[in-house]
Structures are given as C-alpha cells and as structure tokens.
C-alpha cells in the first residue's frame, strides 16, 4: 500500500511531499506556488494529501494557541492571585487580632467584673 502511494508520487508528475509542506507552509515562491496550485485543480490525490497536511500544520499551529492561551490564563490568574492572596490575608489576619482583642477584653472584662462582686 505504502510502496504503490510512493510509486504514484515518482511516476506522475505530482510534487513532493516535501513540496507540499512547504507550500502549506508558504515557503514557496510565487511560480512554484502557482505550478502545485494548477496541479491541485487536476489531481484529486494531491488536494487530498495536501488537506491532511494542512490539518496537521493547522493542529500544529492551534496547538501553538493553545499554548499561549494557557500560559496567558496562568499567568493572569497568577498575577490576580499575587494581588488577591495579600488582601485576604489581610482580612483574616485583621479579623484574627480583632477576635484576639474582643476575647481579651471580655476575659479581662469578665474576670474584673467578677472579682469586683
Ligand atoms: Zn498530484
């Protein structure tokens, strides 16, 4: 199977695959772009070959998104970690001296109260 697909890409005139990458890939220039284009019109094999190969530098280049859309949403959800985790911090340690304080005062408080009567 393998052996006849090689043997259509050498005994017809279809480029490459190689060539086929780099056209995917916009590496060709402007003629040799228009000679694999022509040949696309007429070769059902090629347009198919080159769809897969365009869904693979496609899934290559969302892959890519993917990526840098992953690394910005960390990155955005670190940076509003780092300025949320001081403000909490803040409130539970305000709300600990001030439960510190209140339990404090009510011993203190209660403990004179008691002693006095
Ligand atoms: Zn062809």
């Known amino acids: 199977m393998k052996a006849s697909f090689d043997d259509i890409f050498v005994t017809t005139d279809c480029p490459s695959q190689e060539q086929l990458l780099d056209y995917v890939q916009g590496k060709l220039n402007p003629e ?5 284009e022509h040949h696309l019109a007429s070769c059902e094999m090629c347009s198919e070959a080159l769809e897969g190969l365009q869904s693979i ?24 970690n780092r300025q949320r985790r001081p403000v909490d911090f803040n409130i539970v340690q305000v709300l600990i ?16 109260y008691y002693s006095r009567h």
């Open 97 to 112: 001296i001030l439960a510190v304080i209140f339990i404090v005062l009510s011993l203190f408080f209660s403990y004179y």
């Open 32 to 36: 040799e772009r228009h000679a694999i």
């Open 57 to 80: 530098h496609q899934k290559e280049k969302i892959s890519g998104w993917l990526q840098e859309m992953k690394g910005n949403m960390l990155h955005k959800l670190r940076k509003k």
